[in-house]
Each structure stands twice: as C-alpha cells, then as structure tokens.
C-alpha cells in the first residue's frame, strides 16, 4: 500500500524508521497536507456544510509493540517534530498508536515551508 493512498487527512507510518519518518511527515505536511488546507475543500462536510475551523490529521504510528523492548520510540520523535514545529499534535487517548493534529488555517506558512524548519 502506498504511503500517502489515505490521502491528505492520514499518513500511515507503520514499518519505517523514526528518520524515514520524520522525512515523510515533513515531506506529506508541505506536498499533500498544505495545498488541501489551502484549497478549502475540507471546509465542506460530507453534508455540504461547513465544519470547524480544524483540519484534523491522523499520523499512524503503531504502539511499538513489534520492538523486541516494546518501546515505542515512533511516536515520541514525531510528537517533538510536530510540536518543536509550533503544531497542536497529541497522542490519540483511545488509540495511543495514533497522534492527531489539529491544523488551523494559520498554520499554512509553517505546513509550505517544513523542510526549511529543520533543528
């Protein structure tokens, strides 16, 4: 399956190493997720209505269980990447396997310029 085939709301991690993914993340937050903030298509419900002013986005992370120490170490590295880059990331409560973001439309700038916002 490919990487991004969930489209611009989910990006699916499980397999690849912290660094892979952390390219990944930056590389799908400024080529996938920033033209669809931007386009307002996902303003538009599947009602035809308006929904919030949030964009929520699903980065699966798996809980580590498949290291031999049952350390996830996924899941950390992405939640300092996404929060060192001033975005409202958390782990998801119910699925500790998921982190979710909540975008606003302010946080465009930092979405088209992520590969520039390196530490």
Request: positive net charge; charged residues 20%.
């Amino acid at each position: 399956e490919d990487l991004v085939s969930a489209g611009p709301q989910k990006l699916d991690l499980h397999g690849y190493s912290v660094g892979a993914s952390q390219l990944a993340v930056r590389w799908w937050l400024q080529m996938t997720v920033a033209p669809y903030l931007a386009s307002e298509r996902w303003k538009i419900g599947h009602e035809g209505e308006w929904t919030s002013r949030n964009l929520p986005i699903t980065l699966v992370t798996g809980f580590g269980s498949s290291l031999a120490t049952y350390s996830p170490k996924l899941r950390p590295a992405l939640l300092e990447l996404l929060r060192g880059m001033g975005l409202a990331a958390e782990m998801n409560r119910s699925n500790p396997g998921r982190i979710e973001v909540k975008l606003r439309i302010r946080d465009l700038p930092l979405l088209l310029r992520c590969f520039t916002l390196q530490k």
